[in-house]
């Protein structure tokens, strides 16, 4: 049996190639789409709780409250300033002290007692985030910031007092930052089934602080993140706990999609077994039951098809008779006629190029069609070493009889054949060889 050749194979090949390509790409596909919807659901998450996150540091804002209880137009009265201070303080029990700088000097801090040696203290002694808001002339949340004289951990919040444009002082509120974090509610993120990490960089952009994380070993660089500018640098990134897509529903989906994969190559596989079966049915109607060759409608039937498929291609017909074959095959048995017949067969399997269509028209009469070029001379080689296989000799009576095969050869363009015409033809020049009629 012939194997298939690399022509044959190369499109089964890339039809392999091309479905579990297209599987491939739909799971990819597939993932994306489902990253993509999870994506899109972590920035709503995170947009509501920025919001929620600014909402909260404004309602901690203590030094924003006490403004109103300055007036610097006049000389400074703190008397209002105190009770307000106090009133906040003993409201408010993550109040760390509420401060009032005049100009660069530290004037007023509450509780007084316990913070009364920080008193006539200069800008330039504390955190750059009490100059920052001099500057820039705007609120600054700064922290967490750990105290020097009580080694508190605070948040801060500053605003700065300006009056037509010239700088008059600050007002500062230190809030506890435990408190202030809880308040932020970062663990509502958690119970939404999210990672985060809530990170600041100073004004200077050169140092990242992280005021809280779930968990510190996850790495957020493929996170949503929520940028807040206080003005220092906020960040709070979010990421699913599982990824963005669990390793899990990635083997279903790669599952799934090969799964798929293998189905369509095996229902090709199939649709092409039924159709290889119903052309062996068709071939099998149209064989020789003796020879294994197709019979002379099969000829026609294939010759006409083959048009089609070859269209400029040349066309050799080879026909061939058996003189004295009928005289032969009345002195021998079945086994003996059998075996020859298989011969024949078998020459135009190993000498005649793949795709070529031999029939057996009569007892004696065979042909075939080769759809390559076949002036070369290794093509008439192979030609020729098929017909001397066809030389039968047995005795008879005594006598010597031989099966002396006769051929001839005529071409044509494969899409202008007319098979019963290329016969004629090719009849009429073995007899105008051999005057087999003589």
Request: with cysteine.
């Amino acid at each position: 049996m012939r194997r298939m050749s690399l022509k044959r194979k190369l499109p089964v090949l890339l039809l392999v190639i091309l479905v579990l390509g297209l599987s491939l790409h739909t799971g990819k596909s597939i993932q994306a789409a489902l990253i993509s919807k999870r994506r899109q659901a972590a920035e709503t998450v995170i947009e509501l709780f920025g919001k929620h996150l600014i909402q909260q540091l404004e309602a901690e804002n203590f030094a924003s409250k006490l403004m109103f209880a300055l007036n610097t137009k006049e000389k400074t009265n703190l008397t209002l300033f105190e009770e307000k201070a106090a009133k906040l303080q003993k409201d408010h029990a993550e109040i760390r002290f509420l401060s009032y700088f005049e100009q660069d000097t530290l004037q007023a801090i509450y509780p007084r007692e316990k913070y009364k040696s920080a008193i006539g203290m200069k800008l330039h002694d504390v955190s750059y985030s009490y100059t920052l808001a001099k500057v820039i002339k705007d609120g600054v949340i700064a922290g967490p910031e750990k105290l020097s004289s009580t080694k508190e951990e605070v948040f801060l919040f500053i605003e700065p007092l300006y009056e037509n444009n010239q700088y008059k002082g600050e007002i500062i509120a230190a809030v506890d930052s435990a408190y202030l974090i809880k308040a932020m509610n970062l663990e509502y993120l958690q119970k939404r089934g999210y990672e985060y990490e809530l990170w600041r960089v100073n004004a200077l952009g050169e140092k990242k602080t992280v005021v809280r994380v779930s968990d510190p070993s996850v790495d957020f660089s493929e996170a949503v993140k929520l940028e807040v500018s206080l003005p220092a640098t906020w960040n709070l990134s979010i990421l699913p706990e599982n990824g963005w897509l669990p390793y899990s529903v990635k083997l279903a989906i790669n599952g799934i999609c090969l799964l798929n994969a293998l189905l369509i190559l095996a229902l090709v596989y199939l649709a092409l077994r039924v159709h290889v079966q119903k052309k062996q049915l068709i071939r099998e109607s149209y064989t020789d039951a003796d020879s294994g060759l197709l019979t002379r409608e099969g000829f026609f039937y294939f010759m006409k098809r083959a048009k089609q498929m070859q269209g400029d291609k040349e066309v050799s017909v080879l026909y061939i008779q058996l003189y004295n074959f009928y005289k032969l095959r009345k002195n021998c048995s079945m086994e003996e006629m059998q075996a020859y017949l298989q011969i024949i067969q078998q020459g135009v399997q190993e000498h005649l190029p793949v795709g070529s269509i031999a029939a057996r028209l009569s007892e004696e009469e065979f042909v075939i069609a080769i759809f390559e070029d076949t002036r070369s001379e290794k093509a008439m080689e192979a030609i020729e070493d098929f017909i001397l296989q066809l030389f039968w000799k047995k005795k008879i009576q005594g006598k010597k009889v031989f099966v002396e095969p006769k051929s001839a050869i005529v071409r044509c363009v494969a899409k202008k054949t007319d098979a019963e015409e290329l016969l004629k033809l090719a009849s009429m020049r073995l007899n105008a060889l051999y005057d087999l009629h003589s």
